[in-house]
């Protein structure tokens, strides 16, 4: 989820076009999101015992999303590649689901609240997929 988060930032300032605004603004609040997310999964984590690693030079080797940004502003870029982040965290997030089992309900819970809320980031993602698709193709 940090490494999501600092995609969602990247490339909402990667967005110049005033047309784009509002795709900035659901990135930015994306960002939060992740971010709020990452710390309550850091907090777990030292309930837990464990601690949590976010030395920059290794976080890029741990994650799955592909991190890329889009200078340009390329909006249709931005938001594929953005959807492609949040349908690999909600597929992490469901493996981590049904890792954990009923062994911690505590921490399943808290799992499957953050995949419902990637779930939706997604859908929001899909739809806007859509609609840059549709600008697109117009003529």
Known sequence: MVVSSLQYEQHALDIRA?????????????????????????????????????????????????????????LAGIVKQNLIGAR??????????RWIGDADPTTRRLLERLLEEKETQAEALSAQAAVQQAERARP
């Open 18 to 74: 005033p047309s784009g605004r509002s795709l900035a603004e659901f990135l930015f609040s994306g960002a939060e999101r992740d971010r709020g997310g990452a710390r309550l999964v850091a907090v777990r984590l030292r309930q837990l015992g464990s601690t949590g690693e976010y030395d920059p030079e290794h976080l890029s080797a741990r994650t799955r999303i592909p991190f890329r940004a889009f200078p340009d502003g390329d």
């Open 88 to 97: 690999i965290l909600v597929q992490t997030l469901q493996e981590a689901v």
